[in-house]
């Protein structure tokens, strides 16, 4: 069990990735705090709570709890920090990975687009890791990863599909964020990364792109969990401000 003991908090982790990580890292002894918006089902939403999230680690003997949370509201975040504190105690992993992924061509977009990205997906940021850094440099470190994108996030990729102008500003600045802020964070036995999962089959990306789509070379989220769990796992290590590609993990990297 390689995050025994261990108190975790995973954003988005009703359905897709989060969800597998919330799974994947409780199964190595972490208790779970499995956050998002959707505490219920709703009739127009993708499926998944989570509370079903929740249900799945403790059925497989997990310890986990459910809290609504959205990531664009700030008081949210700092219900769900001081929440994780006052059930556990503590807070060791934070895992930051949901996202509003704003789709529209620069000609149609709006400010308020804009502002709303930058508000849920890079403000987020900023809020949830000035909420947890005291409760992790109290227990003598923690680990920070922020789940990025390759295509997105990535400087060196050539053309993004049109719509995509927004969230891909989005994930490079989660990229920055996460380079920049770790030498203030590494003398706190704190570490922060950035991952970038690959091409992951999930609820979203198949009403996206419907059930017939090539999904030749996509992987389940399963897949993202070895990554995860070695970046949680360092905690007052040198492994910090790195942006890594979890179809890597194990042949460029650690």
């Not at 890292?25 to 779970?32: D, I, M, N, R, S």
């Not at 059930?87 to 977009?109: E, K």
Request: aromatic content about 6%; overall charge negative; hydrophobic content about 40%.
């Amino acid at each position: 069990m390689k995050l025994s003991g261990r108190v975790v908090i995973v954003t988005g982790a009703s359905r897709g990735i989060g969800k597998g990580l919330a799974i994947g890292l409780a199964a190595e002894g972490a208790t779970v705090v499995c956050a998002a918006r959707s505490l219920t089902t709703s009739a127009e939403g993708l499926p998944g709570t989570v509370s079903d999230t929740v249900t799945e680690i403790e059925s497989a003997g997990g310890r986990a709890l459910a809290v609504g949370c959205d990531i664009g509201n700030a008081d949210d975040l700092e219900q769900l920090v001081s929440t994780t504190v006052d059930t556990y105690g503590r807070i060791d992993v934070l895992i930051n990975n949901a996202m509003a992924q704003t789709r529209t061509t620069f000609a149609d977009s709006t400010a308020d687009d804009w502002d709303t990205s930058m508000r849920v997906n890079v403000r987020s940021l900023y809020v949830t890791c000035r909420a947890v850094i005291p409760h992790m440099t109290a227990s003598g470190g923690g680990a920070i990863v922020n789940i990025s994108s390759g295509g997105a996030g990535h400087e060196a990729t050539p053309f993004m599909p049109p719509g995509y102008v927004i969230y891909a500003t989005a994930k490079a600045a989660m990229e920055r964020f996460s380079t920049a802020l770790a030498p203030e964070l590494r003398e706190l036995g704190i570490t922060i990364n950035a991952l970038r999962p690959g091409a992951v089959k999930t609820e979203l990306s198949t009403l996206e792109m419907g059930p017939d789509h090539d999904w030749t070379g996509w992987t389940t989220p399963d897949a993202v969990v070895p990554a995860v769990l070695f970046l949680a796992q360092q905690i007052n290590t040198d492994f910090t401000g790195r942006v890594v590609d979890s179809t890597q993990f194990g042949m460029s990297w650690p």
